[in-house]
């Protein structure tokens, strides 16, 4: 069964989870674990965006605040996460 993203938000709250373990049981044990290595170096990755951003942002002092959350504002809805 191929569903859009939307077509399965679209689905009760049941459903949704009742796919989302069926795929998370599709997956072999090699490719999980592939996934999941995949997954801690994002995390990673993130984790050294957010204590450089913590780092410049108490550099720079002031309106920093601000700025950090207009930005993240302004987008939010161009993750591709």
């Known amino acids: ?3 859009s993203f939307g077509e399965f938000m679209e689905l009760d709250k049941h459903t949704q989870q009742q796919l989302g373990n069926k ?6 044990p090699e490719e999980r ?3 999941e290595i995949e ?3 994002l995390l990673k990755k993130q984790q050294e965006i ?3 951003v913590k780092k410049l942002e ?3 002092g002031g309106d920093n ?11 939010a809805n161009t993750s591709t996460v």
């Open 65 to 75: 605040i601000n700025f950090t959350k207009v930005y993240v504002e302004n987008n």
């Open 23 to 28: 795929i998370n049981e599709e997956l072999s």
């Open 33 to 35: 674990k592939k996934k």
């Open 1 to 3: 069964m191929k569903l």
């Open 58 to 60: 108490s550099e720079i």
């Open 39 to 41: 997954l801690d170096a």
């Open 50 to 52: 957010d204590d450089e």
